[in-house]
Each structure stands twice: as C-alpha cells, then as structure tokens.
C-alpha cells in the first residue's frame, strides 16, 4: 500500500578549469590567462512517500535539500598591450572567493485520482526555495614589463539571492476508446526573487555598482491537446494559452528614487502533428510546433561582476523571452530514423561579450534579434551481432544569426555537422565494453563568434550479478583530452578569440547496489520555472 525511498547523495575533492583569451580592441591587444579552482562540493538529501489508497486513489509526497558549499579561487593574468606588439604593463587578479553558498528546497505533493481506466484527473502543488550567498575578495596588481608594482586595488563583492517558486497544476485525461484521446490543465506560478549586491573598492562601497534589486512573476496557464488514431494514422492538435506578468524594481545606493520595469503579455502556442505508419518497418511524420524559453533569474539580476579590472559580467532586467516556430519531417525505415527541419527564433537571447570603454568587455544576456537554424541529421540503430549493438547519428546543420539590437545589425551564417557513434560489446565472463565518440565541425555559435571544432572518446566496462541489483563500472571519458571550448569572433572595432577546457578526462570507478525494491512509479513533474534557477 505504501512506499518509502531514501537518498543521500554527497561530493568530495577540487573542480579546475583553464581558460582565456586574446582580444585586440580599438587596435590594442590584450592576453589573459585564467586559472580556475572550484573547491565546492555537493550535499543532498531526499525523501519520497507513495501512498496506494486504493485502486482509484495515490498520493506521492517528495522533499529534497541540496547544498553546493565551499570556498573558490581564480587567478588571472593579463598582459596588456600597446598596439599589437610592444608590451605596456601586466595586471594580475584574483578572485577569492572566502565563502560561497547555494541552498535549495523543494517540496512537491502530488494526488491522483483514476475513477476508471478512461478517465485520469491528477492534483499538484510545488515549492522551491533558493538561497544563494557568496563573498569574494577580489586584489587587481598592475605590474610594469619587468615586474615592477605600478598600482593596486582591492575589491570585494557579496551578492545575495533569495528565490521562492510557487506552483500549482491540474490535469485532466480522458480516453473513451482506442481511438481518442483528450488531454487538458491548468497551471499557475508565482516567482519571487529578492536580490541585494554590495561591492566595495578599497574598503569603501563603491554606491554605482552596490544595489538591490526585486524581481516579481506570475504565470497562468492552460492546455487542451487532442488525439485521433484510426488505423494506420494518427492525428494530434493543441493549444497552450500563456498569460505572464513580470515587474522588477531596481534601488541604488545613491538614491531613494527606484528604477521600475513591468511587462505582460498573452501568448498561444499551438501544436500539430500527422504521422502514418506505412507498414511494420516503414513511418512518416510531420510535426509543427510553436514554444517559448524564458531567461534564467540569474541573466535578470542587473549586477556588475568583475573577473578582472578589465573584463565584467552584468545581468539584464529588460530581457524577454524568446520564441520558437519548429516544423519537422520524419521518416523511419526498419533501424534508421531520418529528420528534416527548420527552427526560427524570435527575440532570442544569448549571452555575447562586448566592448565596454575603451579597453574593457562586459560579457551580458541580450535579446540580439532572430536565429535561423536548418537540420538534417539520421539515426541508426542496430544489434549488428548477439555480442555487438552500434548506434550512430550524423547531422548536418545551417546556422543564421541576424543580429539586430541597440544601433548594431549584422549577419552571421555558417554550415556545420555533428557526428557520433556508441558501440556496445559483450566480453567473455559477461563483461561490457561500450566505446563512445562524438565529433563538432566548426560552426556558428550565439552570436557572431564561431567555435572551433571538438570531439572527444568515453571508454566504459562493466559488469552485473544478482538480476542487475549490483553492478560495477570502469569509466574514462574524453580519453585524449580534446574536449574544449575554443570560438573566436570579430564585432566592429573588437577581435576576440577565446579558449578553455575542464576536467573532461576522468577515470571513475562505480559500484551500486539496489537495496529495495520499487512497487510504484514516482510522479515526475517538470515545472520550467525550476529549471531557470
């Protein structure tokens, strides 16, 4: 009649990465190198009760507390340039992050009533609270060519963020016979974010950049989807109805007088799908299908971070959503899925860098204007021996960027393919290898950057005894260490060219045992407004 699931989940050691880059802007050239030390680890905690009533009713209860804690560390240098080859002085920068915290909760109850085996009504309520606090010391050294100190700065910085995300949803599901099937909801959210900034220079607040800022939004949806299947088609048609009211209020330190923005909108987005299966090896389908993103609470909160005197990071307040218009052909053939289609996205956003002064770059989230994208990529599947599975897919891409904001307008447009493999292979004494790869052509990015080509290689070994209640792996991902980020671009007067890469080759070794047994399935609800924290 009942369930009762425990977890417990915690992380141990460092995180690094590497990564820089080397800009010239206005005719003078910069190289910056930055090493990255992550000493947070992770600690969760869970539980979930599944209560069987009776044959018509359920309640599933979920609680979790994770926590992402610990200090931090970068250290940056730049050298800075006179014009492109006389060297004029070196700045060094740290950002010492003394304190870093992110607190989260989330609990969610769920209720499900099944009167019949044809009709299906379910009840939800989700709350999810966000702390997240940090505080950073930040020293900035400019240092002449033969390492003579010229002058310094000490910063400091403390954002604090407080999230509440409030939701409720009903469904409904009816299904009279085979042939139809008729779905429909309602939900409702309610986001609170409250965000303060302090940053000093020199021990004094510095009151251009130290704020606080409040971020409001409330959400009601609704839903009907409908499903016909006669014979060898089927037909589906919905309508999603979206209304969203946003308001943000920005106080300074200067001034009494609060900066305030408020925005809302009435939204459709429909969707229709027609698909016909020819005969047991042979199904074509054409889908359309109209969505939106929204941006993540952290690009709205208009703060000014710096990584160094010389490059910043800064949120925006006035961002929208952006919307998608997707069509999609496919056609499967026995083993092989092939698909055609053509995305457009209005108001897309993407995270760029920027001139910023003369000799400085803020890297911000914008709505920059429209991405065309045009894919055909085939997926094949097939168990090629008993001892032998291979998977594959090869797509092939067309990226266009219209850029369109503020006083810019330009275009960025560039071909690129993606290619991947896995391979499955049964060994002696019931050992599994499974080697995997995946490789990017270079192809346009989010704006007008373009990245540079990277694949890398995963090697897996494992083994199961006990019906698959324990298991043991062996794990080396990206096995030659080519896994990166590498993108340069050009924007008027600023040529930038990037690099980094992280951890991507780990050695892992794995064993699990599963100690109870699962008698019902968990309800998973996926609440969007979670996934932007």
């Known amino acids: 009649k009942w369930q009762l699931g425990l977890n417990y989940n915690h992380s141990l050691g460092y995180h690094s990465m590497n990564y820089g880059y080397e800009k010239v802007q206005n005719g003078d050239k910069n190289i910056s190198d930055t090493s990255d030390t992550d000493k947070r680890n992770t600690y969760s905690v869970g539980m979930d009760f599944s209560w069987l009533l009776n044959q018509k009713n359920k309640l599933f209860i979920n609680s979790t507390v994770n926590l ?8 940056t240098i730049t050298q800075i340039y006179q014009g492109t080859n006389q060297l004029d002085n070196i700045l060094k920068a740290r950002n010492n992050y003394v304190e870093q915290k992110n607190l989260q909760y989330n609990n969610s109850m769920n209720y499900l009533f099944q009167p019949s085996s044809k009709v299906q009504f379910s009840f939800s309520a989700d709350w999810t609270h966000f702390d997240g606090k940090a505080k950073c010391e930040q020293p900035n050294e400019y240092y002449s060519v033969d390492n003579t100190p010229l002058r ?7 954002p604090d963020k407080d999230i509440d995300i409030y939701a409720l949803l009903s ?4 299904t009279p016979n085979a042939q139809n099937e008729i779905l429909a909801g309602i939900k409702t959210t309610l986001i609170k974010s409250d965000n303060t900034f302090i940053f000093k220079k020199n021990g004094n607040i510095d009151t251009q950049r130290s704020n606080s800022f409040c971020y409001k939004e409330k959400n009601l949806e609704a839903y009907a989807q409908y499903t016909y299947t006669w014979d060898k088609l089927e037909l589906s048609a919905g309508l999603r109805m979206e209304y969203m009211y946003t308001y943000n209020k920005l106080n300074s330190q200067t001034s009494q007088d609060a900066e305030t923005n408020s925005q809302n909108h009435f939204r459709l987005f429909p969707n229709l799908s027609a698909s016909y299966t020819i005969n047991d090896k042979n199904k074509i389908a054409l889908l359309y299908s109209r969505r939106q993103d929204k941006p993540r609470y952290e690009d709205l909160n208009p ?4 990584l160094d005197e010389l490059s910043y990071w800064k949120g925006n307040p006035f961002l929208k959503p952006q919307v998608s218009n997707k069509i999609m052909l496919s056609y499967t053939w026995s083993n092989l899925s092939l698909n055609l289609y053509y995305n457009k996205l209005d108001d897309y956003f993407t995270s760029l860098t920027d001139v910023y002064g003369n000799n400085k770059t803020i890297m911000t989230t914008k709505n920059i204007g429209t991405q065309q994208q045009v894919g055909f990529d085939a997926v094949f599947s097939k168990r090629l021996t008993p001892w032998w599975e291979l998977s594959a897919t090869a797509g092939f891409y067309y990226f266009m960027n219209k ?3 503020e006083t810019y307008k330009h275009e960025y447009k560039r071909p690129s393919c993606f290619l991947s ?3 499955s292979v049964l060994l002696p004494l019931g050992i599994n290898l499974e080697i995997s790869g995946r490789y990017y052509s270079k192809r346009q990015g989010g704006s007008y950057e373009v990245s540079r080509p990277t694949g890398s290689m995963d090697i897996d070994l494992s083994k199961s005894w006990h019906d698959g209640r324990m298991r043991l792996s062996l794990l080396m991902t990206d096995v030659f260490h080519t896994e990166r980020w590498d993108s340069y671009g050009i924007k008027d007067a600023l040529n930038l060219s990037s690099w980094g890469y992280g951890e991507s080759r780990k050695v892992m ?5 599963s100690f109870g047994k699962q ?11 979670l996934n932007r924290l």
């Open 509 to 513: 070794l794995r064993f699990s045992y």
């Open 171 to 174: 469904d409904f599901k009816f």
């Open 519 to 529: 008698k019902f399935e968990k309800v998973d609800k996926n609440i969007e407004e």
């Open 303 to 306: 703060f000014e971070y710096l």
């Open 68 to 75: 992402l804690a610990g200090p931090g560390e970068t250290q």
């Open 152 to 158: 310094s700065d000490f910063f400091y910085s403390e």
């Open 403 to 405: 850029l369109d904001y």
């Open 421 to 423: 493999a896995s391979n």
